[in-house]
């Protein structure tokens, strides 16, 4: 049974800072890409951040520079450290797995993260 697991969503100052856990079971984590992806009201779901299995990362170019994505392999975990918060990064965070070699995604349940002015 795979399942992804989103912690540490809340409220934050613009400015302020979030870090955003994902614990996933179910699969060979080390063998999986993992990603975050957001949904902001009345918005479609957008990607925010990537990390291979090796440590190779992407970031959406409006997170970039404020955003850091890292993963622990040893505790099944990926992070999302989110500094230089805005308002518009208000929105549900979503955790994504798939398999280095596949297509198939896995998603968490999504955290609400919610940053006022």
């Known amino acids: 049974q795979v399942q992804l697991v989103e912690s540490g969503g809340g409220l934050a100052q613009a400015g302020g800072s979030l870090r955003l856990s994902c614990a996933a079971s179910?699969?060979?984590?080390?063998?999986?890409?993992m990603g975050w992806y957001r949904q902001a009201p009345g918005k479609q779901r957008e990607f925010v951040a990537i990390i291979t299995g090796g440590g190779i990362t992407d970031y959406a170019d409006s997170v970039k520079g404020r955003f850091t994505i890292s993963r622990d392999n040893a505790k099944n975990t990926v992070y999302l450290q989110m500094n230089s918060l805005k308002p518009e990064d208000t929105a549900v965070y979503f955790c994504n797995a798939r398999r280095n070699t596949g297509t198939k995604m896995y998603w968490g349940q999504g955290t609400q993260a919610t940053v006022s002015s």
């Open positions: 179910g699969i060979i984590f080390s063998t999986h890409v």
